[in-house]
C-alpha cells in the first residue's frame, strides 16, 4: 500500500512565489490486470504556500522513498496518478500542485496522466 506517512516537510524558505518541479524517472508499479510492472516517470509541479502563510516543500529522499512504496502494488495508472496527487496536496497544502505521470509503452500504446489540484498555471495544463 502507498504510504503517505513516509513523506517529510520542510519550511519554505521564501516569501516570494516560485515554483518547484522534480522528475522521477524510476517510476514502478503493477499492472493489476496482469500483475506485470509499469515503468513511468513522475513529474511534480507545484508553487508552496509563503513562509508567512507556513508553506513547506517537500523533502527529496522522503518523496523518493513514497514514490517507491507503489513498487509492489497493483494499481492503474489514472489511480496512481490521482494518488500521488491527493496525498501530496494534503501533506503540503501548495497554491497549487500538478502531478503528471508519462507511462513507458506497453503493446504501442504509451499514456500521460495529469491530475491538478487548485489553480495551476495555463502555461502548464495541457502541455
Same mark, same amino acid.
Given at each position: 500500500m502507498p504510504n503517505p506517512e513516509?513523506?517529510?516537510v520542510f519550511a519554505t524558505p521564501a516569501e516570494q512565489a516560485f515554483v518547484i518541479e522534480h522528475t522521477s524517472t =524510476?517510476?514502478? @508499479? %503493477?499492472?493489476?490486470?496482469?500483475g506485470?510492472?509499469?515503468?513511468?516517470?513522475?513529474?511534480?509541479?507545484?508553487q508552496p504556500a509563503s513562509a508567512?502563510?507556513?508553506?513547506?516543500?517537500? =523533502?527529496?529522499? @522522503? %518523496?523518493?522513498?513514497?514514490?517507491q512504496s507503489f513498487r509492489d502494488e497493483g494499481i492503474f495508472y489514472e489511480a496512481v496518478t490521482n494518488q500521488?496527487?491527493?496525498?501530496?496536496?494534503t501533506l503540503l497544502k501548495?497554491?497549487?500542485?500538478?502531478i503528471e505521470t508519462h507511462w513507458r509503452g506497453r503493446g504501442g500504446i504509451r499514456s500521460i496522466i495529469r491530475a491538478d489540484?487548485?489553480?495551476?498555471?495555463?502555461?502548464?495544463?495541457g502541455r
Open positions: 513516509l513523506l517529510e =524510476e517510476f514502478t @508499479s %503493477l499492472c493489476p490486470k496482469t506485470h510492472p509499469d515503468f513511468g516517470d513522475v513529474i511534480l509541479r507545484y508567512s502563510r507556513g508553506g513547506v516543500c517537500v =523533502e527529496l529522499k @522522503s %518523496l523518493k522513498l513514497y514514490y500521488i496527487r491527493d496525498d501530496l496536496s501548495p497554491e497549487w500542485l500538478q489540484a487548485g489553480d495551476v498555471p495555463a502555461h502548464y495544463r
